[in-house]
């Protein structure tokens, strides 16, 4: 996981899929946080993403850099504690402007039963499972 982490904080933005339906909705993400063991992203209550992975919490994750990409699949998991809302509005100070733990709004997701794959052109893929 600590890899996976490493290689979309590497790439600053990266692509989050979800399913509205039988359509698939991809948009550009930035947040992603390690906490008590678990990847974590974040979004807004009030987004359409938020409300998609409500309804289906399968997504998809996928980022490219220095010549190789991942694609993480996993099951995204809220987590409503407000220590793990904080948690990751104290590594993305710039975001505090926007949101607050507290504020209702602030939502954040864990990663579970996720796999991750790293390919290149160069190499075999590499598949991490956490």
């Known amino acids: 996981m600590q890899e996976v982490y490493e290689f979309l904080k590497k790439c600053g933005t990266y692509y989050l899929a979800t399913a509205e339906g039988d359509q698939p909705r991809v948009r550009?993400?930035?947040t992603i946080h390690m906490f008590e063991d678990k990847l974590y992203i974040q979004t807004g209550k009030v987004?359409?993403?938020s409300k998609q992975m409500?309804?289906?919490?399968?997504?998809?994750?996928?980022a490219f850099?220095?010549?190789?990409w991942i694609r993480v699949?996993?099951?995204a998991v809220e987590d409503d504690r407000v220590c793990a809302r904080q948690s990751m509005l104290d590594a993305y100070p710039n975001?505090?402007?926007r949101y607050q733990a507290d504020d209702g709004n602030t939502e954040v997701f864990y990663?579970?039963?996720?796999?991750?794959?790293?390919?290149?052109?160069?190499?075999?893929?590499?598949?991490?499972r956490f």
């Open 65 to 68: 850099a220095g010549g190789s």
């Open 111 to 128: 990663l579970k039963d996720a796999t991750a794959t790293i390919s290149s052109f160069t190499a075999e893929p590499k598949v991490i």
């Open 73 to 75: 699949a996993a099951t």
């Open 54 to 62: 409500h309804q289906n919490p399968k997504v998809e994750i996928c």
């Open 28 to 30: 550009p993400f930035g």
């Open 47 to 49: 987004k359409d993403v």
């Open 95 to 97: 975001l505090q402007d």
